[in-house]
């Protein structure tokens, strides 16, 4: 829920983020979409459009989009007639979320800015959520960063006199300790799954035929011979040790990609809102930090992992309000 307010925030503004309607739509389309398209994908291609009508689990996805449209349209109405209003005033009006945006960059193109909400949903809340969970597991398990953290945020916020862009940016350590956690619990055993539009020959040899599916490993990115013999441990200042060598400030942040570390993926394809994620994350983690102790009630929580990794939702981690270093 953590995150789908703070998404709401950008891509909706007031006052739909307050929305518990809409939060829950949010939350609960992705897990309800997927299971929808795993349920269709049991059927032949030829078959779908007969049988998808009776699919309970498609039924409950195009409840979602009905109710969306009830919270959204009116909303999209009534910002279009304030918008008359003001050319007509001669005012010149500023998007300040996604719902603004999408139509300045249409520019009067037709768009269905509802399903564009629920896309954002789908892409930005749940492996935001994730990486949240799992960076408060690897901090509660590994609690002299937290101390740290919390020096490090309430210098930065201090000298700055507030939040601002640049605030986040000098956050190094905790930089590095997002880029840490989503090293050693990479979401999934493969990443970057493209299907081959033409058929391709390797340097070395290997044909890729036409209509193949492929997709990169991710071994590599705890592999010991790149990081070392404590590859599979989290080190929350491996990146900041990496950044302080020369000519390195900038290759090891949380949202710079490379073959050694491609949790956003990697190349022209990477994660485009990876910009967006970082921002969000650091703030949401600075609040959970500076207001809050952390302990695990019992042994740290075990990742459940198939071909992707996902941490234990039964996990039950202890939390107590704390007087904050700093006024956030």
Not at 25 to 45: C, E, G
Not at 298 to 303: A, L, T, V
């Amino acid at each position: 829920m953590l995150a789908a307010r703070l998404s709401a925030k950008v891509f909706l503004g007031e006052p739909i983020c307050h929305n518990q309607a809409w939060l829950n739509i949010s939350i609960r389309y992705t897990v309800d979409a997927f299971s929808a398209a795993k349920r269709l994908r049991t059927f032949a291609p030829w078959v779908r459009p007969l049988v998808y009508p009776f699919l309970s689990e498609l039924r409950v996805a195009q409840d979602h989009i009905k109710q969306a449209r009830s919270i959204i349209e009116p909303e999209v109405a009534a910002r279009h007639a304030a918008r008359r209003e003001a050319a007509l005033a001669g005012t010149k009006t500023k998007s300040t979320d996604a719902i603004g945006w999408f139509e300045d960059v249409a520019a009067g193109r037709p768009f269905d800015v509802v399903y564009a909400q629920l896309l954002l949903s789908v892409v930005a809340i749940h492996t935001t959520s994730l990486t949240i969970t799992t960076l408060l597991y690897d901090l509660t398990a590994n609690p002299q960063y937290i101390s740290l953290l919390r020096d490090e945020i309430a210098q930065v916020l201090r000298e700055d006199g507030g939040w601002k862009k640049t605030s986040l940016y000098k956050m190094k350590l905790l930089d590095s300790c997002m880029k840490e956690s989503q090293r050693v619990h990479v979401l999934g055993a493969n990443v970057m799954t493209r299907r081959v539009e033409q058929a391709v020959t390797l340097s070395d040899g290997t044909r890729l035929p036409k209509g193949s599916h492929i997709a990169m490993p991710t071994f590599q990115m705890y592999d010991p011979r790149h990081w070392g013999p404590d590859a599979d441990k989290f080190v929350g200042h491996r990146f900041l040790d990496m950044r302080n060598e020369p000519g390195q400030e900038n290759r090891w942040q949380f949202v710079t990609t490379s073959a050694e570390h491609m949790g956003f993926g990697h190349g022209q394809h990477a994660c485009p809102g990876r910009f967006f994620a970082s921002n969000e994350i650091k703030i949401a983690v600075a609040h959970l930090l500076l207001k809050y102790d952390w302990k695990f009630e019992g042994e740290q929580p075990r990742s459940l992992t198939e071909s992707e990794y996902v941490p234990d939702p039964s996990a039950r981690i202890l939390y107590k309000s704390r007087e904050p270093e700093i006024d956030l």
